[in-house]
Nanobody, 122 residues
Framework: QVQLVESGGGLVQAGDSLRVSCAAS????????MSWFRQAPGKEREFVAG????????RYADSVKGRFTISRDNAKNTVYLQMNSLKPEDTAVYYC???????????????WGQGTQVTVSS
């Protein structure tokens, strides 16, 4: 069992940076692929970024590539999403998720956090 708690969301202006974190409980955190998804009002949840259990492999949605960076610290049971050059279209609730296959499909993930709101004003 893994419990996930996101933090770090907030209201920022376009062009600003923000880092959101996801703290996990459980001894098996390091064995899970960790990913960030987001859901904007009226839209489906979408994959943002993912990182393998070792941290050696990362994957990004085209919309955030070059602006967002995912990382993890297995000693701290935490995964991060550094978001730079934020745009109004990045406004969404951001969720972290833990799963075993490295996939962009949200249905494959076993555990989810409650989400943290990120709002980018123009």
């Amino acid at each position: 069992q893994v419990q996930l708690v996101e933090s770090g969301g907030g209201l920022v202006q376009a062009g600003d940076s923000l880092r959101v974190s996801c703290a996990a409980s459980g001894r098996t955190f390091s064995s899970y692929v960790m990913s960030w998804f987001r859901q904007a009002p009226g839209k489906e949840r979408e994959f943002v970024a993912g990182i393998s259990w070792s941290g050696e492999t990362t994957r990004y949605a085209d919309s955030v590539k070059g602006r967002f960076t995912i990382s993890r610290d297995n000693a701290k049971n935490t995964v991060y999403l550094q978001m730079n050059s934020l745009k109004p279209e990045d406004t969404a609730v951001y969720y972290c998720a833990a799963g075993r296959p490295f996939t962009i499909a949200d249905r494959a993930y076993d555990y989810w956090g409650q989400g943290t709101q990120v709002t980018v004003s123009s």
